[in-house]
T-cell receptor
Framework: GENVEQHPSTLSVQEGDSAVIKCTYS??????FPWYKQELGKGPQLIID?????GEKKDQRIAVTLNKTAKHFSLHITETQPEDSAVYFC??????????FGKGTRLHILP | EAQVTQNPRYLITVTGKKLTVTCSQN?????MSWYRQDPGLGLRQIYY???????DKGDVPEGYKVSRKEKRNFPLILESPSPNQTSLYFC????????????FGPGTRLTVL
């Protein structure tokens, strides 16, 4: 079945710098890759998603890239701010149209 | 306000005492799902429902039951809770299935002693 690996598990970056979180997947039939942000004490919230017919998508300071050949996709956050501190989950669909989540990355933005 | 609500938010119980966690959404979504979140394991799907009276197992369904009698409600039932079901539980809903944005509730932290 689909397996989604996410790295790193913890990431600390200086405020204003960029943060990159990487995920790999195993199911070649995967075609939907969402990213969720979970703030402390809250449920996850979708921040960006990408489908397999595009290689990159951007929304203000957030961008996601997808490499279908290598089966990996990445989240890029530029000009990081304190409110970017959270846990981020990547996910991928499998051939049964189920969503499989990665184990999460705790992002710390340092002042 | 469009939202997913869960109750209770916190619950401490003992082994074997049946409990129900309620979930309700006001967005007229067909798809609803339950996840558990454990440290180092991320989010794992317990059960999901594509529509009223249609439910199916996720990746970790053992020890849980669900029902979908109405579109807006999707309760999670633990008939005989055990300590390994101590976890943070999230309900989610989406329009048109899992390959669309899922809206998550605020979570229910369950401790089984």
């Amino acid at each position: 079945g689909e397996n989604v690996e996410q790295h790193p598990s913890t990431l600390s970056v200086q405020e204003g710098d960029s943060a990159v979180i990487k995920c790999t997947y195993s199911d070649s039939a995967s075609n939907y890759f969402p990213w969720y942000k979970q703030e402390l004490g809250k449920g996850p919230q979708l921040i960006i998603d990408i489908r397999s017919n595009v290689g990159e998508k951007k929304d203000q300071r957030i961008a996601v890239t997808l490499n279908k050949t290598a089966k990996h996709f990445s989240l890029h956050i530029t000009e990081t701010q304190p409110e970017d501190s959270a846990v981020y989950f990547c996910a991928g669909s499998n051939r049964d149209d189920k969503i499989i989540f990665g184990k999460g990355t705790r992002l710390h933005i340092l002042p | 306000e469009a939202q997913v609500t869960q109750n209770p938010r916190y619950l401490i119980t003992v082994t074997g005492k049946k409990l129900t966690v309620t979930c309700s959404q006001n967005m007229n979504h067909e798809y609803m799902s339950w996840y558990r979140q454990d440290p180092g394991l991320g989010l794992r799907q317990i059960y999901y429902s594509m529509n009223v009276e249609v439910t199916d197992k996720g990746d970790v369904p053992e020890g849980y039951k669900v029902s979908r009698k109405e579109k807006r409600n999707f309760p999670l039932i633990l008939e005989s809770p055990s300590p390994n079901q101590t976890s943070l539980y999230f309900c989610a809903s989406s329009l048109g299935g899992s390959l669309n944005e899922q809206f998550f509730g605020p979570g229910t932290r369950l401790t089984v002693l």
